[in-house]
């Protein structure tokens, strides 16, 4: 694994236009991963309501769909044609959803229009997500609430590797392309302890903390079985948020 250095030009996710790959296959089989992310949501939203939602990077709108037990309006933000075009059909029956293509760096939305933003599983292709986070501290609305999930650079079993080695985690993105695809957009994980500056310095503070996916396992799942498996991560996910334990990090933050 290379750590990258510098933070490069943020490039349209093009795989997801790739007419060869269809994102929402992936999460066939990922039953467990699906439902974790809502339990999240749900935990961190309980009790809120919102009037306009906004699902940065969205995809086909797997999330936005569930976003609008607790908001009025959604919009599905997203820069892939080829993930809007499947969203139409996902989303036929979610009125409450309206879908725009747009980048996370330029949302195209009136200073704070927003009272809750949602990115999941998008700070992978941004190795600096400073821009994009002072964009989305721009369209929300002072106290406006953004729900961040990321994958997890310093999880439990990385901080054991790293160990064995006599290292640390690194603090700076690491890629996890391989060598075959390095011409690939950007796929790093993130140290919490980097991205939580960087809110900071957009002019968010943290709320909530969860840990995320903690039995993402092949094996885990084939033995024990969904219903088992979340039950165990129905507990895991704020007992072991303060060692960011799992996978991917959950944050509730506040814009001040
Ligand atoms: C792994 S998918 C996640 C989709 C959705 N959030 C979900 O969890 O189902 C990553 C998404 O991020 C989008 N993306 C990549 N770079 C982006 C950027 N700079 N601004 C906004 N979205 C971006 C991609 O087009 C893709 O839909």
Not at 129 to 158: K, M, Y
Request: net charge positive; aromatic share 8%; charged share 30%.
């Amino acid at each position: 694994m290379a750590e990258v250095k510098k933070s490069k030009v943020v490039r349209k996710a093009d795989q997801y236009d790739d007419p060869e790959y269809n994102y929402q296959d992936y999460w066939q089989g990922r039953d467990y991963e699906h439902a974790a992310e809502e339990m999240a949501i749900r935990r961190l939203l309980r009790g809120r309501k919102f009037k306009q939602a906004v699902d940065v990077g969205g995809g086909y709108g797997r999330l936005s769909k569930f976003l609008t037990k607790f908001s009025d309006k959604v919009t599905l933000a997203e820069p892939s044609q080829q993930q809007l075009d499947i969203a139409k059909i996902y989303l036929r029956d979610t009125p409450q959803v309206s879908q725009k293509l747009l980048q996370a760096s330029n949302l195209k939305m009136k200073d704070g229009s927003a009272d809750l933003v949602l990115v999941v599983r998008v700070l992978h292709h941004l190795p600096d997500p400073s821009p994009e986070f002072a964009e989305i501290a721009r369209v929300l609305q002072p106290g406006g609430t953004f729900l961040l999930e990321f994958a997890n650079d310093a999880h439990f079993l990385n901080r054991i590797r790293y160990g064995l080695r006599g290292k640390s985690v690194p603090k700076t993105p690491v890629d996890i392309r391989s060598e075959q695809n390095k011409d690939d957009i950007p796929f790093v994980n993130h140290h919490p302890k980097t991205v939580i500056k960087k809110l900071q310095e957009a002019g968010f503070e943290v709320e909530a903390t969860l840990s995320g996916s903690n039995m993402r396992s092949p094996t885990l799942k084939r033995v024990l079985g969904k219903k088992p498996l979340l039950a165990v991560e129905q507990v895991m996910q704020p007992l072991l948020a303060p060692i960011y334990f799992g996978p991917s990090v959950w944050l509730r933050l506040k814009k001040k």
